[in-house]
């Protein structure tokens, strides 16, 4: 038995890495039509996504979509693994799952679907995203909407589900061409 054909459906239709039938390009075409439609996009990543993953609300997401408690089991085991540190100590992991794992993709798009997209989706229904691994936007009409949910994220850093994102790859964007009123998918700009 494998997680990811139990979680695939699950996921948000525009979350797009780690996910067997999508693609950079998949997320990029969607990216680009939706160009057309919203001037502004507010862009942010993630930091440190695998570090940061909370046990214990990643396995009550797991347990709400699988029924076979062994599997709870193992992973609740590979998680809190001890891993060791340069200096060869033996360090109890509290949060996060290791990078490269085999786990560690689908597990972190099950955790980003219910700390991101979900709460997007429930919260503020009439915005499309983007969301590409930790790496995502938000389509804006306008340059407001975009600092209000940048607020809006900014609060959910201190939210139990604490997504922190990285201030410095986060930021507002204009996407409109200088001289350009031709919005359609074909225009030069």
Known sequence: MTLEPILE???HVDSYGYRCGKSPHDALAITRKRCW???????????????HIDHELLLKALDHHCSESWVLLYVRR???APMQTKDGKQERRNVGTPQGGP?????????LHYALDRWLTVRHPDIPFC???D???????????????HSQLDMREVDPIAIHRDAQQT???ACVCPGCSDKSPSAPC
């Open 9 to 11: 459906p699950v996921f």
């Open 37 to 51: 439609e919203r001037d502004w996009v507010l862009e942010y990543d993630i930091r440190g996504l695998f570090d």
């Open 78 to 80: 590979w998680l809190t």
């Open 103 to 111: 786990l560690s993709p689908v597990l972190a798009n099950l955790f």
């Open 131 to 133: 969301r590409y691994a």
């Open 135 to 149: 790496d995502g936007i938000l389509r804006c009409r306008s340059e407001r909407e975009a600092q209000y949910l």
């Open 171 to 173: 930021s507002i964007l």
